[in-house]
């Protein structure tokens, strides 16, 4: 069954009652890691950039997908690690403290003990560095693009069964892990129940980036009329995978508002709602749709 899980109030208010109260502003930062074989590594490194984006005025910082491990079936199960009292939860969580920043922690390899499952999990802290949202990997990364790519992460990791949204003082945002963004419905959903942004850390290949990783955020952008953010591991060609890196920031005209390169280094967007409140007034979608015609996924029972 498919639940849409807030943070700790679990509240879905609309978004002119978010508009209305004047959220805080928010300068998200996208950290775009180096990620290597050594875990102790991998989080020190984190902690460096979360620091410094918190430095140059940064309130919402997000890291990668597996930032803490490499990427790959076969490195999942080793690195996998309890949300309970594993090492890189407990890094994080210090790492939203020090800075003072809501994180987005990236995603990593998660083994539940209730049933020794494996999920690619990304845990959201507020500033003092509590645990407000988990989200597990909805949509797994099955792919097999003859003579290029063959990719199934079925063979080690268990789909998450929930949607998730977090609510922040700037307002509230979906959460979503890479191959979560080619589905349209879950940034549909969040839009209606009053997110401002979606949020994916995730980690495109040489195949799929070129084509579509800059596409995609645009495609859920506009359709949605709200920001989406991408963010990815830096380039390794000495890995077994190759991440297309490019994090990227959109508007929610569509328009790409910061991205860069495949290396590490961090980038960096004002996320102003008034600016999605003008777009929206200007291109009303958000009174136009005909349910009369086609569902309202925001509302239709899974």
């Known amino acids: 069954m498919l639940r849409v899980v807030?943070?700790?109030?679990?509240?879905?208010?609309?978004?002119?009652?978010?508009?209305?109260?004047?959220?805080?502003?928010?300068?998200?930062a996208l950290v775009q890691l180096a990620v290597t074989v050594n875990k102790n590594d991998n989080l020190a490194n984190a902690r460096a950039h979360v620091l410094e984006?918190?430095?140059?005025?940064?309130?919402?910082?997000?890291?990668?997908?597996?930032?803490?491990?490499?990427?790959?079936?076969?490195?999942?199960p080793e690195?996998?690690?309890?949300?309970?009292?594993g090492p890189s939860v407990k890094a994080l969580s210090a790492m939203a403290k020090e800075a003072n920043v809501y994180l987005i922690g990236g995603s990593i390899?998660?083994?539940?003990?209730?049933?020794?499952?494996?999920?690619?999990?990304?845990?959201?802290?507020?500033?003092e560095g509590a645990i407000i949202a988990t989200h597990r990997k909805v949509h797994l990364f099955d792919i097999d693009v003859p003579g290029k790519i063959r990719?199934?992460?079925s063979e080690t990791l268990t789909a998450?069964?929930?949607?998730?949204?977090?609510?922040?003082?700037?307002?509230?945002?979906?959460?979503?892990?890479?191959?979560?963004?080619?589905?349209?419905?879950?940034?549909?959903?969040a839009a209606r129940q009053g997110c401002f942004a979606m949020i994916y850390p995730g980690a495109f290949n040489m195949t799929t980036g070129p084509l579509h990783w800059e596409l995609l955020q645009r495609a859920r952008a506009v359709d949605n009329q709200m920001y989406v953010a991408a963010c990815s591991p830096a380039r390794d060609v000495n890995a077994d995978y190759h991440a297309?890196?490019?994090?990227?920031?959109?508007?929610?005209?569509?328009?790409?508002?910061?991205?860069?390169?495949?290396?590490?280094?961090?980038?960096?967007?004002?996320?102003?709602?008034?600016?999605?409140?003008?777009?929206?007034?200007?291109?009303?979608?958000?009174?136009?749709?005909?349910f009369d015609l086609y569902a309202d996924v925001s509302k239709a029972k899974p």
């Open 53 to 76: 984006a918190a430095s140059k005025g940064a309130n919402l910082v997000v890291l990668p997908e597996c930032f803490n491990s490499p990427y790959g079936t076969r490195y999942f």
């Open 151 to 153: 990719f199934q992460e």
């Open 244 to 290: 297309w890196g490019h994090s990227t920031v959109v508007g929610p005209a569509g328009d790409v508002l910061q991205t860069t390169d495949e290396k590490q280094g961090i980038i960096y967007a004002d996320l102003d709602l008034s600016k999605m409140t003008e777009f929206r007034q200007n291109i009303p979608l958000t009174t136009q749709r005909r």
């Open 6 to 28: 807030s943070s700790s109030f679990r509240s879905l208010r609309t978004f002119s009652a978010m508009a209305s109260s004047t959220p805080k502003p928010c300068k998200l």
């Open 109 to 127: 390899p998660e083994r539940n003990s209730e049933d020794n499952n494996i999920y690619n999990t990304c845990t959201v802290y507020n500033p």
């Open 79 to 85: 690195y996998a690690e309890s949300l309970q009292d």
């Open 160 to 189: 998450g069964k929930q949607l998730t949204h977090v609510d922040t003082e700037f307002g509230k945002i979906g959460v979503g892990i890479c191959y979560d963004i080619r589905f349209p419905e879950p940034a549909m959903i």
